[in-house]
């Protein structure tokens, strides 16, 4: 397949950033959209001479369709890739793969039978230097993978929000959105299956009514560990810890603090969808000209423990502390934002890399997701796989 050519489902945030590693994959060819607002469907057709279709079904009826993006809200994911695999389409599906273990496992099970790839992501678990990282564990240079260390805190839970982004049942809240993020970068590090998860999350502001932290305990299989914290409470700010480098690679004023705050407390729920729909594609946004970011996407504070040596992942590069030196693994600066996720999509459907994050590496993260909900509720380990065996049980004839 010289061309892929690709349907977009959802014009939104998570496809305006994606957006630039797409154009610039000269296997993507951007050939249809469907968004449920007319004014980005238009703006897409005319921007890329391609077609506005005026539904899912229309889009995923066009034969010339070979790949569909999925960059809709987290409660329509398992419906639209399940229908997009068996209308012959492969899918990259953004995180969270779904909102519900059962539902990945669906569409798991649906790529598998049509013969098709699903990729998740993108998440940080593809940035460039949680890669590297992999890697030089997976090198064993540094003896065995002992302890991973990470935690992020942010404004998540003030930013911009549609109502059931608020609402754990429907993937709000910072589990679904955010821990994805963190179980998808440490599991990729470590490299080894997730044995036990526990956990603790709290729901700290009655306004916003859905988890806004957790921190969490993973146990591997071999004995190592993760401990992954986080906070979407708009207080501290992790990015202190990087070089003020941004979540998404950019310079960062410290001296702007509180700014999600203020602008959220003069907002009604219709100015905060309104402020929510700006920060999306359409006419008049970045995606005509994007400012290109400096330094890599990252997700907080990041820190990985060998027997030989630790591991300290930053945007710009790794810092190895071994036995009896110090030293820096360079890292090359990124050509644009999230091009390892398209890489890894275009090469999963060509056949010419086998993927990581395809449709069973979603299944164990939501499996460690829903571990992490559970654990927090009944304030018990538990294991991920028990959660999956349970389903498996449950549907079998």
């Known amino acids: 397949m010289e061309t892929i050519n690709l349907g977009i489902v959802g014009l939104g945030r998570g496809f305006m950033l994606t957006l630039p590693a797409l154009r610039d994959n000269p296997a993507i060819r951007l050939r249809a959209a469907f968004s449920l607002r007319p004014e980005p469907r238009a703006h897409f057709a005319e921007q890329f001479d391609a077609l506005a279709c005026d539904s899912f079904d229309d889009l995923l009826a066009r034969g010339d369709i070979d790949a569909v993006y999925v960059a809709t809200p987290h409660e329509f994911h398992a419906e639209q890739t399940i229908a997009a695999v068996r209308a012959g389409k492969h899918v990259l599906v953004e995180k ?162 509180g700014a999600a705050r203020r602008k959220l407390a003069g907002m009604t729920p219709e100015d905060e969808i309104a402020a929510k729909i700006g920060r999306t594609y359409g006419p008049g946004s970045e995606t005509d000209s994007p400012p290109r970011a400096p330094y890599h996407e990252h997700f907080g504070f990041l820190l990985v423990s060998c027997e030989k040596a630790d ?58 997701c829903e571990a992490l909900l559970q654990s927090s509720r009944t304030q018990r380990d538990v294991a991920p796989a028990s959660l999956i065996d349970a389903i498996l049980e449950k549907n079998r004839p």
């Open 96 to 257: 969270p793969m779904a909102i519900g273990l059962e539902d990945c496992m669906a569409m798991e099970a649906a790529a598998r039978e049509a013969g098709k790839v699903i990729i998740v992501g993108p998440s940080h678990g593809f940035d460039a230097p949680v890669q590297k990282a992999a890697d030089l564990v997976a090198s064993g240079d540094f003896g065995a993978i002992r302890m991973i260390t990470t935690f992020n805190f942010t404004d998540f839970m003030y930013r911009p929000r549609r109502p059931e982004e608020l609402d754990t049942a429907r993937g709000g809240g910072v589990v679904y959105s955010q821990a994805a993020h963190q179980i998808d970068l440490v599991r990729r590090i470590a490299g080894l299956p997730v044995v036990w998860v526990r956990a603790t999350a709290g729901n700290w502001d009655e306004g916003r009514p859905s988890e806004g932290a957790y921190s969490a305990l993973m146990t591997f299989e071999g004995g190592a560990w993760a401990t992954l914290s986080y906070s979407g409470y708009a207080h501290y700010d992790v990015d202190e810890l990087v070089g003020w480098i941004s979540e998404l690679g950019f310079e960062k004023d410290p001296e702007a603090y």
């Open 311 to 368: 591991l300290k992942v930053s945007p710009t590069q790794i810092t190895v502390y071994g036995d009896s030196e110090r030293r820096t693994v360079a890292i090359a600066p990124p050509r644009l934002p999230r091009v390892e996720v398209i890489d890894e999509f275009v090469g999963a459907i060509t056949g010419d890399r086998q993927p990581v994050h395809d449709g069973r590496w979603g299944v164990d993260t939501m499996a460690c």
